[in-house]
């Protein structure tokens, strides 16, 4: 049974930084792409960071560009997100899961928010 677990949301000021996490069991991260989603209020959950298999390749959406990155831990099975420079539009419950992703992998996700 796959079981995703993200941590590390948070209350921060614009320009402050964050890093969550995504522990995984019952998947390897180092054999799946996986993906970082954010689902905003009134939103359709969407795709932010993806890393490849391996970890090799990164890809993100341009409105985060230049300020997250995604990598992976192999040995911990965990995948994070650096947030840096956050703005307030990036208030937004987090969420793991593969990319393209398993409806039954979502979790509860972790809740970040960005004051100005």
């Known amino acids: 049974q796959v079981r995703l677990v993200e941590s590390g949301g948070g209350m921060v000021q614009a320009g402050g930084s964050l890093r969550l996490s995504c522990a995984a069991s019952?998947?390897?991260?180092?054999?799946?792409?996986m993906g970082w989603f954010r689902q905003g209020s009134g939103k359709e959950r969407a795709l932010v960071a993806r890393?490849?298999?391996?970890?090799?390749?990164?890809n993100y959406v341009d409105s985060v560009k230049g300020r997250f990155t995604i990598s992976s831990d192999n040995a911990n099975n965990t995948v994070y997100l650096q947030m840096n420079s956050l703005k307030p539009e990036d208030t937004a419950v987090y969420y793991c899961?593969?990319?393209?992703?398993?409806?039954?992998?979502w979790g509860q996700g972790t809740q970040v928010t960005v004051s100005s």
């Open positions: 890393i490849g298999l391996s970890g090799f390749v990164t």
């Open positions: 899961n593969k990319d393209p992703p398993s409806t039954g992998y």
């Open positions: 019952g998947l390897t991260v180092r054999t799946s792409a």
